[in-house]
Nanobody, 119 residues
Framework: QVQLVESGGGLVQAGGSLRLFCAAS????????MGWYRQAPGKQRELVAV???????NYADSVRDRFTISRDNAKNTVYLQMNSLTPEDTAVYYC?????????????WGQGTQVTVSS
């Protein structure tokens, strides 16, 4: 079984910064893509940023140049540095990982961490 545990969310004023952290644990052979999604009230879950095992990053247009994703493959961790936050960034942020396990590749989600940006 694989678990993703997130931390780092909270309440911040517009223009502020937060750093999210996610660690994968369990029986992990390797991790392919690892990234962050978010879901605001009444909206669908959307991609924020993803970091492939090959080192390629991809960002949603709405966060490009403000957010930075990084990854530590040795520790099975992924980070999301969020700068210049706006109220539109308010959402539950979920860590996601595509993990190679004994059963093959499987997709896992964290429990989510709330990010609230006040105006």
């Amino acid at each position: 079984q694989v678990q993703l545990v997130e931390s780092g969310g909270g309440l911040v004023q517009a223009g502020g910064s937060l750093r999210l952290f996610c660690a994968a644990s369990g029986t992990i052979f390797s991790i392919n893509d690892m990234g962050w999604y978010r879901q605001a009230p009444g909206k669908q879950r959307e991609l924020v940023a993803v970091f492939s095992s090959g080192g390629v990053t991809n960002y949603a247009d709405s966060v490009r140049d403000r957010f930075t994703i990084s990854r530590d493959n040795a520790k099975n961790t992924v980070y999301l540095q969020m700068n210049s936050l706006t109220p539109e960034d308010t959402a539950v942020y979920y860590c996601n990982a595509h993990v190679r396990t004994v059963k093959g590749y499987m997709n896992y989600w964290g429990q989510g961490t709330q990010v609230t940006v006040s105006s």
